[in-house]
């Protein structure tokens, strides 16, 4: 995996964008953002700082109120709208009647490949996220972790372009959440994905993330930009190394200036 310091092109940019809803709560102003090719970008912040709104306007799920969202040219810009990005929410939000087979399945019945044909593509991708010998499972049979990772599975099996992801791992123990951001650098290494990933953890960004876009109290802009330089694969001998403990401290002070300036507006 390139180091983060290689710039690749960009695959979309935001450039100056502003979201203000219909209550007139103004969550971001003039935000500018370029995703890289091959990046796993976090986007790191107080609670309410803009950093979910971004990601659906990203996802073309909200429309900005000002600025724009470019796409950079690309064979499958077309399909953009149906299936090049994957997006994984907060909660796995999986339909509780459905198998495991049935909640994986849904994007691609809905772009109307039929089971049959589907099925090497979900037990694949079932194997991919650790789960392959649970598609007749129900959700309410599985654990918090293991609803999180039939989420991921729902997400890649159209083999999206980019993995648009937020905060998807903020409910779980700790235990569970740092296993899934193991198996999740795993998958973003062989699948050589673009990721963009939202939390309010700095540890956690700072394992996952090649650079670390840190963001203002709302109004959400970029305050800084951090990057990670830190070779991959990473593991617990990472975590524990004061190489790790340098960036987070790095990232802290970022993210307490970034508040500063939040107060200070």
């Known amino acids: 995996m ?18 203000t809803f219909a209550n007139s709560v103004v969550a971001l102003d003039e935000l ?17 700082c803009g950093k979910s709104t971004a990601l659906r306007l990203i996802a073309g799920l909200s429309d900005p109120s000002r600025g724009e969202v470019v796409w950079s040219s690309h064979p499958r810009e077309q399909e953009r709208n149906s299936h090049a990005i994957g997006f994984v929410f907060q909660e796995p939000t999986l339909m ?22 589907a099925t090497p593509r979900i037990a694949r991708v079932l194997d991919r996220v650790g789960l392959p010998d649970f598609a007749k499972t129900y959700p309410r049979e599985l654990s918090g972790g293991m609803r999180m ?9 159209t083999d999206p372009e980019l ?16 296993r899934l951001n193991d198996d999740l650098l795993a998958l973003w290494r062989a699948l ?14 700072v394992y996952l993330s090649n650079r670390i876009v840190v963001m203002t109290p709302r109004p959400g802009r970029v305050f800084a930009e951090i990057a990670i330089d830190a070779p991959y694969p990473r593991d617990e001998s990472f975590r524990t190394s ?22 200070s507006a």
């Open 242 to 263: 004061a190489e790790y403990a340098g960036y987070c401290r790095k990232t802290s002070q970022a993210l307490a200036a970034a508040m500063a300036s939040g107060a």
């Open 192 to 205: 050589g994905k673009t990721v963009v990933f939202v939390t309010h953890s700095v540890f956690e960004s």
């Open 149 to 157: 990772r039939v989420s991921l599975a729902r997400a890649l099996v």
């Open 96 to 117: 509780p009647w459905a198998s495991v087979f049935a909640n994986v399945f849904l994007p691609l019945r809905l772009k109307g490949i039929d089971a049959r044909t």
């Open 163 to 178: 993995l648009l992801m937020d905060e998807p791992f903020a409910a779980l123990d700790e235990i569970t959440r740092f």
């Open 32 to 48: 500018e953002l370029e995703v890289r090719e091959g990046e796993f970008v976090a986007l790191l912040g107080p609670s309410g």
């Open 2 to 19: 390139q180091p983060s310091s290689v710039k690749s092109p960009p695959i979309l940019t935001l450039r100056r964008v502003g979201k």
